[in-house]
């Protein structure tokens, strides 16, 4: 009577277990097909309001972007800017948290509730990316789109070869040289160093500078300085106290070598 009850106990076992692992391979399957409807959707919108996302040089004096602003701006207002990083995934809107809430942490730039969330700044920076520093936020999904595809300039090698960030903005184009990819820790840069003051800057440049970590890349041979202006992407690891950091500085402004 008792081996009865042990052997069916141990049936029981296996078939809770083996709904478990379905359960598991089900709930699996949905989240990368979620990934991958979400990639599409994007990837629709960047052939519909993009001509093309060529890299652009630093002596370029045409102000055409390759973005229509206009389809863009109807879908959705608080879409400002579009960044591309040449030889990457990264090719995406650049929107603004006009409250510095946390919506398109978690939204879209459809407006809808997702965990891709948008790439986005807050309105502690300007939108005309004139502050000394314009920190940029996008999620690191694991199929790498958003900024899931940051934590490859943790290679060294892929960090030499891919030193450039376009921004595109109406009428505007911006590029930045990559001098700077590391791992910091979870404070928020705007709120907790004041750039307002020199001093500030300068001291924050040598931080970054004098890092030497090793997975950190910096590009030393990069003179930057508390007169320049740079861009910090910013992006999530394992680790909920850290995040990871890509940095550039600005090489090329079409308005200033027009006078527009």
């Known amino acids: 009577m008792e081996e009865k009850v042990t052997e069916k106990s141990r049936k029981k076992i296996w078939i809770i277990i083996l709904i478990i692992a379905l359960l598991c391979v089900i709930t699996s399957a949905s989240y990368f097909i979620y990934l991958k409807i979400e990639a599409e959707k994007m990837e629709a919108l960047k052939n519909e309001v993009t001509v093309s996302t ?115 903005m109406p009428g505007r184009i911006l590029k930045y040289e990559i001098f700077a990819a590391y791992v910091f820790d979870d404070r928020h840069i705007l709120l907790n160093f004041d750039f307002s003051d020199m001093n500030v800057r300068k001291e924050y440049l040598d931080m970054i500078f004098s890092t030497r970590k090793v997975s950190a890349n910096i590009k030393r041979d990069i003179t930057v300085t508390e007169n320049d202006k740079i861009i910090t992407l910013s992006t999530c690891t394992n680790n909920n106290n850290e995040r990871y950091l890509v940095q550039g500085v600005l090489i090329y402004d079409s308005r200033e070598q027009t006078g527009s």
């Open 54 to 168: 060529e890299d652009t040089s630093s002596n370029e004096t045409q102000v055409e972007t390759p973005v229509d602003f206009k389809k863009l701006k109807k879908q959705n207002p608080d879409i400002y800017a579009w960044i591309n990083i040449p030889g990457m995934v990264i090719d995406y809107p650049v929107l603004r948290n006009t409250n510095n809430d946390r919506f398109y942490l978690t939204h879209t730039v459809d407006l809808k509730k997702s965990k891709y969330g948008a790439i986005y700044t807050h309105n502690y920076n300007d939108m005309e990316f004139n502050d000394f520093n314009t920190v940029i936020y996008g999620h690191n999904m694991k199929n790498g789109t958003m900024f899931g595809s940051l934590k490859k300039f943790r290679d060294n090698t892929f960090f030499e070869q891919n030193r450039y960030i376009n921004i595109y």
